[in-house]
């Protein structure tokens, strides 16, 4: 089975405070993800990386940016955390296919993220 | 631009019931892929099927059964004899082929199975 691991469930920060996200998964996924779920909003495309040190802008990067030095792991981060950037934070990863196709994504259990 | 619309917010049943979840999408591509994820309580994103839009067969997988019509473009999710368990809420996404990255998810379905 795919694992997908977030390294928190919850996490309260404070303004300002510089915010890492971690996410790890154990299936050799090329593509690997960050989603923001929002109610009424649904999932929002962050960034995605599709190989190791390579990174792509999703639908919504401003105020984010992140790292992938290893396959497995991608890293976001907020670098002045805001209030509105209190969300619910979903990692996912997919086989990089090689060709015109698309594989299914799979999630972690998200990071419910509080900016106070 | 491609799209994926849920026109059902919230659905609920008594349990025992069928329903079906609709989604119906958007896309100038002609290869493409349609994927359903449920999302309990817990919250994690669970993958229930992939579909891609050379492949029109019906799946039926259990109690859970896909009706995918390129004519009408549409790709709906039955669940048959529901149960409390399938209390989440079900997205339909759609990817065109273009290597993976580029999915699109619906609003999503909440759907509450009363027992």
């Known amino acids: 089975d795919v694992k997908v691991t977030q390294s928190s469930r919850y996490l309260v920060k404070r303004t300002g405070e510089k915010v890492f996200l971690e996410c790890v998964q154990d299936?050799?996924?090329?593509?690997m993800f960050w989603y923001r779920q929002d109610p009424g909003l649904g999932l929002r495309l962050i960034y995605f990386s599709y190989d190791v040190k390579m990174k792509e802008k999703g639908d919504i990067p401003e105020g984010y940016s992140v790292s992938r030095e290893k396959k497995e792991r991608f890293s976001l981060i907020l670098e002045s955390a805001s209030t509105n950037q209190t969300s619910m934070y979903l990692c996912?990863?997919?086989?990089?296919?090689?060709?015109?196709?698309?594989?299914?994504?799979?999630f972690g259990p998200g990071t419910r993220l509080t900016v106070t | 631009a491609q799209k994926v619309t849920q026109a059902q917010t919230e659905i609920s049943v008594v349990e025992k019931e069928d329903v079906t979840l609709d989604c119906v999408y958007e896309t100038r591509d002609t290869t493409y892929y349609l994927f359903w994820y449920k999302q309990p309580p817990s919250g994690e994103l669970v993958f229930l099927i992939r579909?891609?839009?050379?492949?029109?067969q019906n799946e039926i997988s259990g109690r859970y059964s896909w009706n995918f019509q390129k004519s009408t473009s549409s790709f709906n999710f039955t669940i048959t004899a529901s149960q409390v368990v399938d209390s989440a809420v079900y997205f339909c996404a759609l990817s065109e082929g273009n290597y993976g990255q580029n999915f699109v998810f619906g609003p999503g379905t909440r759907l509450s199975v009363l027992p």
């Open positions: 996912a990863s997919s086989l990089y296919p090689g060709s015109s196709a698309s594989y299914e994504q799979y």
């Open positions: 579909r891609n839009s050379f492949d029109e």
């Open positions: 299936m050799d996924h090329e593509n």
